[in-house]
């Protein structure tokens, strides 16, 4: 909900991080709405309206702020069922699934009807799922034109409008300038890399969570040198399958992560980029975790749960882990993903390929699996978990039916507790799965049973998945 117009005024005033993405405020005098950060001068309080989004704030006439760019407002994490609904259609939709599919298909996949998806869509953000769409795509496509030097053509296929024509129009008529009228630099006839900054909401533990990536990169696939990461990427887009790669590094000044994108992925820039916040949880509120773990969390400020780039992925580095070490399930990823993974193409030495798909991994069997080294066991559990993903039956994104996903899950033979909580923890982005048999978090708890572990976890209720990752920090920093 939106916060009360004293509350939003405040943090304008205060340019409180907290709210950043929160909600967004149109100043009548001007036409234009900011983020609550915006470095502009604080206007009236009477010529202040506060919105839950940018496309509630654009349905009434205003316009996006050139300075603090409300496209790079960072996101919000949700808990409640019918919030996470909401935010799972927008992230849907930031994916680009309104561009070749309705809205009845989007609502088809989230497991409920239409109507009930547009009335909690704009309980949430004050417009219909439609009109969140169309201005998603027109600050893409602003931010597009501000950062990278791509044709204006090239621009609007990539922002998921299939009219050059339709673009231009609703661009001027949002905006009240012409594409071309914003650009930075002039348009050239290809970009190599395309550059991106996303937000979060201070404080970030950065390096920790750099190095529990570090400490779990496929090789081949991702690594991390130079304080950033990087990794070869395959995207599935409308127009077929996109592969390129992506670096990311922290700007600590600026509050925000970098992002290079290859130029091959021009046309799969949403997808990309939500994998990216996904990955490195930039939804999260960093201040509400605090106030509910306490003095768990004062060791490592703005700790963050990380994500998946891509679920299915993460769910098989999930099972190869079971009962080794970290060290012993990264040697097995990397042989898997040499394995089966495709060939990329990349300016890195150490990437050099993308993760093997559902159908690949279906298809090779788990005698394959068995070749590499994966105990027989584990090679069904995931040729089952990649056929399941393959056929539809289970789609591991954040935001769906937690229940359903999970009873599915579980329901695969090798696949227990532990694996479906840490699978929740971060290809679902959960914010409250908690592995209680974990032998780290029971450690760092000094407890012995589960249950106990879970019983004294309640209190950390409903963010114990950052619990958990406070549980690991401790007991590492304490072993090293």
Request: charged share 20%; with cysteine.
């Amino acid at each position: 909900m939106l916060p009360g117009a004293d509350v939003c005024y405040a943090a304008l005033k205060a340019r409180d991080r907290r709210f950043d993405g929160h909600f967004f405020v149109g100043v009548s005098s001007t036409g234009i709405y900011c983020r609550p950060v915006c470095t502009a001068r604080t206007p009236r309080r009477s010529r202040c309206h506060f919105f839950l989004s940018p496309a509630a704030a654009e349905r009434d006439g205003f316009r996006p702020c050139l300075r603090c760019r409300p496209e790079l407002a960072p996101g919000q994490s949700s808990v409640d069922a019918s919030r996470r609904l909401a935010q799972a259609a927008a992230s849907r939709i930031d994916d680009g699934a309104l561009t070749d599919a309705s809205l009845a298909d989007l609502a088809g996949r989230l497991g409920v009807t239409d109507r009930h998806l547009r009335r909690v869509f704009d309980a949430e953000f004050g417009v219909t799922p439609v009109a969140y769409a169309q201005t998603q795509r027109l600050l893409l496509a602003k931010r597009l034109l501000t950062d990278t030097a791509m044709p204006v053509t090239d621009v609007a296929m990539a922002s998921g409008f299939g009219s050059v024509r339709r673009f231009n129009d609703l661009f001027r008529r949002r905006y009240r300038m012409s594409p071309s009228g914003l650009r930075r630099s002039p348009p050239g006839a290809a970009v190599s890399t395309l550059e991106f900054t996303l937000s979060y909401r201070p404080p970030y533990a950065w390096d920790v969570l750099l190095d529990f990536l570090a400490a779990r990169t496929i090789a081949g696939v991702e690594s991390v040198a130079g304080g950033a990461y990087r990794r070869a990427v395959s995207v599935r887009t409308p127009a077929g399958p996109r592969a390129g790669w992506v670096v990311v590094r922290h700007r600590p000044s600026r509050h925000a992560l970098s992002v290079t994108v290859s130029g091959d992925l021009a046309m799969a820039v949403p997808p990309v980029l939500a994998r990216v916040k996904r990955l490195f949880d930039l939804d999260c509120r960093p201040h509400d975790v605090a106030a509910a773990l306490g003095a768990l969390a004062e060791a490592t400020p703005g700790l963050r749960v990380p994500g998946a780039f891509d679920g299915f992925e993460l769910a098989v580095r999930a099972i190869l882990g079971q009962q080794i070490t970290v060290r012993a399930a990264r040697t097995l990823a990397g042989r898997f993903a040499a394995a089966l993974g495709t060939p990329a193409v990349t300016p890195f030495d150490d990437v050099t390929t993308t993760f093997p798909t559902p159908a690949r991994v279906a298809q090779a069997g788990p005698a394959a699996l068995v070749g590499i080294g994966v105990t027989s066991p584990r090679a069904r559990a995931i040729v089952l978990m990649a056929d399941a993903c393959r056929s539809g039956q289970l789609v591991l994104e954040p935001g769906l039916d937690l229940e359903s996903t999970m009873t599915a899950l579980r329901a695969i033979p090798g696949v227990g507790d532990w694996t479906a909580q840490y699978i929740a923890m971060r290809a679902l982005s959960w914010p409250d799965a908690f592995p209680a048999a974990d032998y780290g978090v029971k450690k760092a708890m000094g407890e012995v049973s589960p249950a106990r572990v879970a019983a004294r976890a309640e209190a950390w209720r409903p963010w114990r998945a950052y619990a958990t990752m406070h549980l690991w920090r401790s007991l590492a920093k304490e072993m090293a």
